[in-house]
């Protein structure tokens, strides 16, 4: 067990629709970040979160949002769904106070079906 | 720009075999890290080891051990007696000062009884 918790752990939506994905840190890591793989494109970083502030963007779409909140946990927000949305997306933490640049840590995964 | 390559797709191998997942990269950054993770059947992402650009020297962990070598770019990770257990999808990985990871493709590794 990593000590990140990602709900929920699957989701099926249509197209259109908006989903939130969760995400809790391993206890007391500052930093959050989502990656999401699918079968054509890989493990793709998308963003990543600092204690509150965002702090890296890679290939995130513009219909994708993030936020972490002040309890440290993040939300990753996705908005007109595709069917090529459809992928596993993964949240991971790292970085304890006073600790920087460590390994990550990551959670189980939230499978998307955009359907 | 970072980047990792995985030339090998898929590899099978017997139980007890050994067996190489080869691993190279590319970075301008002088400071960089290196990682394996290991992806199941089940989905999540297991780390098994980091080093970092300054450190070459080998590591054995049980069964397994990592050669890194910056003259080549290359990280490989070697499973000595290969067990089913380890049948899973193998992905190295590449951090910088940008600290999100750059993954390589995958190696799928199938042990087989």
């Known amino acids: 067990d990593s000590g990140v918790t990602q709900t929920p752990k699957h989701l099926i939506t249509a197209t259109g629709q908006r989903v939130t994905l969760r995400c809790s840190p391993r206890?007391?890591?500052?930093?959050v970040y989502w990656y999401q793989q699918s079968l054509d494109q890989g493990l793709q970083f998308l963003i990543q979160y600092y204690n509150g502030e965002e702090r890296a963007k890679g290939n995130i779409l513009e219909r994708f949002s993030a936020q972490q909140f002040p309890d440290l946990h993040s939300e990753l927000n996705l908005s007109s769904l595709e069917l090529g949305d459809s992928a596993l997306y993964f949240c991971?933490?790292?970085?304890?106070?006073?600790?920087?640049?460590?390994?990550?840590?990551f959670g189980q995964g939230t499978r998307l079906t955009v359907v | 720009a970072q980047k990792v390559t995985q030339a090998q797709t898929e590899i099978s191998v017997v139980e007890k075999e050994d067996v190489t997942l080869d691993c190279v990269y590319e970075?301008?950054?002088?400071?960089?890290?290196l990682f394996w993770y290991k992806q199941p059947p089940s989905g999540e992402l297991v780390f098994l080891i980091r080093?970092?650009?300054?450190?070459?020297q080998n590591e054995i962990s049980g069964r397994y051990s990592w050669n890194f070598q910056k003259s080549t770019s290359s990280f490989n990770f070697t499973i000595t007696a290969s067990q089913v257990v380890d049948s899973a999808v193998y992905f190295c990985?590449?951090?910088?000062?940008?600290?999100?990871?750059?993954f390589g493709t995958g190696t799928r590794l199938t042990v087989i009884p």
């Open positions: 080093r970092n650009s300054f450190d070459e």
């Open positions: 970075t301008r950054d002088t400071t960089y890290y």
């Open positions: 206890s007391g890591d500052l930093s």
């Open positions: 990985a590449l951090q910088t000062g940008a600290n999100n990871l750059f």
């Open positions: 991971a933490s790292s970085e304890p106070p006073g600790r920087l640049n460590t390994e990550a840590f």
